[in-house]
């Protein structure tokens, strides 16, 4: 028996949010219910954070989190170093330049991370 699960997408409307959410809803089809929470909307913000998101996209699946997104996002310690790092490289970028952050690496998870955990 297959029970309707309730899926929710958290999203800031970026490029890889949509594409998230299309992935969401091609894989969850007519069976299940996708609600779209815009996080521009102070409720949202407040609603993802009794998740624990961090970072967006971000899906939930029936009030929990789903594990390809618990992350936790931008870590600070981690990014100041990054940062600090770069800084004492010759030749580099000064940060208040456009695109500085381009020699820092985030970690990301593919579309295909999702698919094994929703279901």
């Given at each position: 028996m297959n029970t309707r699960k309730k899926k929710?997408?958290?999203s800031a409307g970026c490029s890889t949010c949509k594409e998230t959410i299309k992935f969401v809803e091609k894989i969850a089809g007519s069976s299940h219910k996708v609600v779209i929470h815009d996080m521009q909307k102070s409720e949202v913000s407040s609603k993802a954070?009794?998740?624990?998101i961090k970072s967006v996209p971000a899906v939930v699946i029936d009030g929990k989190l789903a594990g390809c997104c618990a992350g936790g996002g931008p870590d600070?310690?981690?990014l100041r170093s990054a940062l600090a790092q770069?800084?004492?490289?010759p030749g580099s970028p000064r940060t208040?330049?456009?695109?500085f952050f381009s020699s820092v690496s985030l970690r990301t998870t593919s579309m295909h991370d999702h698919e094994s955990l929703l279901w």
């Open positions: 929710e997408v958290f954070k009794e998740h624990g600070e310690h981690v770069i800084a004492k490289s208040d330049k456009p695109g």
